[in-house]
């Protein structure tokens, strides 16, 4: 699927199962809840913290995916072609990155 496919999925979905778009706010406050959920799961399966015995099951891949669709909705509302947008900023990173991470000391 394409990024401007998952984008029409998403709008469709929302439009016809989820019965609205939550507002912004509403929706950058999910977003970050969900990062949350995506950090838990990283700094227990790979840093120091150890999972609670009540910690259910912990799907990293199902929690990025909860992240990645809460982004296209708020592209979605705020007008943004999230594909137009990765390009440019592929583009800037190409541009403005091209020797910095090649020149790291600490990168070595």
Same mark, same amino acid.
């Given at each position: 699927?394409?990024? #401007? $496919?998952?984008? +029409?999925?998403? %709008? ?9 778009? @939550?507002? *912004? ?7 970050? *809840? ?13 840093? $120091? +913290?150890? @999972?609670?015995?009540? %910690? $259910? ?8 995916? %909860?992240?990645? @669709?809460v982004l ?9 072609d999230l594909? $137009?947008?990765? +390009?440019?900023?592929?583009?800037? #990173?190409?541009?403005?990155?091209? *020797?910095?991470? #090649?020149?790291?000391s600490k990168? #070595?």
């Amino acid at each position: 699927m394409t990024i #401007k $496919e998952a984008q +029409q999925k998403v %709008d469709h979905w929302i439009n016809t199962t989820g019965v609205r778009y @939550f507002n *912004e706010l509403t929706n950058m406050a999910i977003l970050t *809840e969900e990062v949350g959920e995506v950090a838990r799961i990283i700094s227990r399966t790979y840093g $120091e +913290q150890s @999972f609670k015995d009540r %910690d $259910e099951e912990h799907d990293l891949g199902d929690e990025m995916a %909860d992240v990645l @669709f809460v982004l296209i909705c708020l592209a979605n509302q705020t007008g943004i072609d999230l594909t $137009e947008a990765l +390009q440019k900023n592929l583009v800037k #990173k190409q541009t403005r990155d091209k *020797e910095r991470h #090649k020149n790291n000391s600490k990168l #070595k």
